[in-house]
């Protein structure tokens, strides 16, 4: 019996899911999801889901004058959303923080390209264009402590990596060492080669989505460690049969 455990980049799957509008992303909605890669035998230990607090000062809006963070109607679907999974089982939240960075603002890079091709002026420039550089902090340490402790205690057999980024390398390289087998879900986005490169196979539990012509815009790698546990045993890659 294989005891499994889910590290979930929580900012990139909400981006892909809400993208891909595979489903209602919620607490629920992401505990189905995992417990889709559960094949016979396999129990689910937990799922860690790691996000940050939403950033909740105030400032001063370029265009549009003072604004209140804690009143956007953003923060308070983000705190619905921790409180949905706050309350799911088997869900465990790892928070960080959101932290302004020195109080910057950004232009949303789409009028950028089109402002710097002079396709519209400055004057064209509206106050949905222009968001706050707020970044994630904490996270990555908290995920880094998780990981480590997960592979020295060997509290799993086998991990579930829903994420895409090269900064994963170091944690999913101590879980193979330490014989804990990794197993990364990209949401059929195109991963990070050397994470590719490190995991024991890649599995894409997502309904498979349209090409980049579709209606949302999804964009689908197909990975050669792509590999279906529950396929039946003859159309599997005997190579992979023996990793």
Not at 28 to 35: D, F, V, W
Not at 210 to 228: R, T, W
Request: include cysteine.
């Amino acid at each position: 019996m294989a005891k499994v455990t889910f590290i979930v980049d929580g900012e990139f799957m909400r981006k892909r899911i809400i993208s891909l509008k595979a489903f209602y992303f919620d607490g629920q909605g992401i505990r189905r999801h995992c417990l889709s890669h559960l094949g016979p035998g396999d129990t689910l230990s937990r799922i860690l889901f790691y996000d940050a607090l939403p950033f909740t000062g105030k400032g001063e809006h370029p265009l549009s004058g003072p604004v209140d963070f804690s009143q956007t109607p953003l923060i308070a679907r983000k705190q619905q959303f921790l409180q949905s999974l706050r309350v799911t089982p088997e869900i465990s939240l790892r928070l960080g923080r959101s932290a302004w960075q020195a109080g910057q603002w950004q232009l949303d890079s789409t009028r950028l390209g089109e402002l710097m091709a002079g396709e519209i002026g400055v004057s064209d420039i509206e106050s949905g264009d222009i968001y706050p550089d707020i970044r994630q902090k904490g996270v990555d340490m908290r995920l880094g402590l998780d990981i480590a402790g997960i592979a020295y205690r060997h509290q799993a057999d086998k991990l579930v990596l829903v994420a895409n980024d090269a900064d994963y390398v170091p944690a999913v390289k101590l879980l193979r060492e330490e014989g804990i087998k990794v197993v990364l879900d990209p949401l059929w986005t195109r991963a990070a080669e050397d994470l590719r490169e490190h995991v024991d196979y890649v599995c894409n539990r997502l309904p498979r989505p349209q090409h980049s012509g579709s209606s949302h815009g999804a964009h689908v790698f197909d990975d050669p460690k792509e590999y279906d546990p529950f396929a039946p045993s003859e159309e599997r890659n005997p190579d992979e049969e023996k990793n």
